[in-house]
C-alpha cells in the first residue's frame, strides 16, 4: 500500500504543478531518466538445515539490495509474503522452503503482480565448504552471464527476466559500491540451471606473471613462458577465479500472479526427491521380500526330503540301518 499511495501522491503532485522542474523538462521533449529500482527480501521457512542458512547467507552478502527477514511461520500461505514485501518496499521475494530436513525449494516472486518461479535446489556447496581463492568487493555489482539456450523458449524467457531482477544490482543502490568485479553466470543443461559465481581477475601482461605475481619457467630452457598471450605494453590479462556459492536449480512450475493464480507453465519431466526415496524403499522391501520366499521354499524342500531334525516328513528307514538290524 505505501508503494501505491507514494504512485499516487506523485502524479496528483504533479496535476498541481508541484514538480515544476520535471514538468519543464517533459515540456522541452527530455524523457525523465528512468531509475532501476529492484530490492529483494530473502527469507527462509522453518525446518532448514545449516546449509540451506548459510547458502541463504552468501547469497545476502551477494546482493547488497537484498533485505534479510526472519523466518516464516507458515508454508501453506504463501501469499502473506506479498504484505511484508509491501511492509520493506521490496518488489522482488526469495523464499527458501525446506522439506523433511533434505529437500530445499526456492521460490523466486515478483511482487505483487507476478510472475512467481519454483525451483528445487540441489548439489548446493557453500563458501566455507569450498575454500576457493576467488574473493570480490562486499557490495560490488555482478554481471549477470546467461546461456544463449534461455533465449530460445518462453518459460526460459519467462526465468531469465525473473533472474535478472532478483540478481541483477542496480546502479546507485544501497549499500553499493562503484565496482564490478565478479561474474555470475547461469548455464542451462540438463533441464537445469547451473549458477556459478566468478571474481574477475586482472594481471598485467608484460612480466608474463601469474596472479600471485611469480614468473612461472619452462622446464625444458629454464625460460619465463607467459601464462597467456602477451599482448602490447600496458595491456592485461582477465581470467575468472571462483568464488562461490554453486548450486543446480530444477524448475517446477510458473505461476501467473505472486505466489497463485493459474500455472502457465510445469516441468512434466521432475520427479520429487520425496518419490524417488520412497521408489528406493520399496526396491529394498521387494529383494526383501524375494530373499524371505527363497528361504520358505529351501525349508520346505529340506522338510520334504526329511534332512530335517525338526518338523517336516521324517524319512523312511531302510532295512540294512543299524537300528532295525540289531534293534
Known amino acids: 500500500m505505501a508503494a501505491v499511495y507514494k504512485s499516487l501522491s506523485v502524479s496528483k503532485g504533479d496535476a498541481n504543478g508541484g514538480d515544476k522542474k520535471a514538468s519543464a523538462g517533459m515540456q522541452e521533449g527530455e524523457d525523465p531518466v528512468r531509475r532501476n529500482k529492484q530490492r529483494v527480501l530473502m527469507l527462509s521457512s522453518r525446518g532448514v ?13 551477494l546482493l547488497p539490495h537484498s533485505r534479510k527477514d526472519a523466518k516464516l511461520d ?12 509491501d511492509l520493506y518496499n521490496c518488489n522482488n521475494v526469495m523464499f527458501f522452503e525446506a522439506r523433511k530436513g533434505k529437500d530445499l525449494y526456492v521460490w523466486m516472486a ?26 570480490c568487493l562486499k557490495g560490488s555489482r555482478p554481471i549477470l552471464s546467461f546461456d544463449a539456450t534461455f533465449d530460445s523458449q518462453p518459460h526460459l524467457r519467462v526465468i531469465k527476466q525473473l ?3 532478483v540478481f541483477g544490482v542496480p546502479k546507485g543502490a544501497r549499500k553499493t559500491k562503484p565496482f564490478i568485479d565478479h561474474v555470475m553466470g547461469f548455464t542451462v543443461a540438463d533441464n537445469k ?20 605475481g611469480d614468473v612461472e619457467m619452462n622446464g625444458n ?3 619465463a613462458a607467459p601464462v597467456a598471450v602477451a599482448g602490447q605494453k600496458g595491456e592485461t590479462n582477465i581470467s575468472l577465479v571462483e568464488i562461490g556459492p554453486r548450486f543446480v536449480m530444477t524448475p517446477i512450475v510458473i505461476l501467473e500472479s505472486s505466489f497463485g493464480g493459474p500455472v502457465i507453465y510445469e516441468n512434466k519431466e521432475f520427479v520429487s526427491p520425496n518419490q524417488i ?25 529340506v522338510g520334504e526330503l526329511g534332512l530335517r531334525t525338526e518338523g517336516g516328513r521324517k524319512k523312511k528307514k531302510s532295512e540294512l540301518d543299524n537300528e532295525v538290524m540289531f534293534a
Request: glycine share 4%; charged share 30%.
Open 277 to 301: 526415496r520412497a521408489e528406493l524403499k520399496l526396491s529394498k522391501a521387494a529383494r526383501y521380500g524375494q530373499r524371505s520366499e527363497a528361504r520358505f521354499e529351501r525349508k520346505t524342500k
Open 163 to 165: 533472474l535478472q531482477n
Open 221 to 223: 630452457n629454464n625460460k
Open 110 to 135: 515478483r511482487a505483487p503482480n507476478g510472475p512467481t518461479v519454483k525451483f528445487n535446489v540441489v548439489n548446493l556447496h557453500t563458501m566455507e565448504e569450498l575454500h576457493f581463492t576467488g574473493n
Open 193 to 212: 540451471i547451473w549458477v556459478r559465481c566468478y571474481q574477475i581477475n586482472e594481471t598485467e601482461s608484460n612480466g608474463n606473471k601469474d596472479a600471485d
Open 74 to 85: 507458515t508454508k501453506t500461505k504463501l501469499y502473506q509474503l506479498n504484505e511484508l514485501a
Open 49 to 61: 538445515t545449516y546449509r540451506h542458512r548459510h547458502l541463504l547467507s552468501d547469497l545476502n552478502a
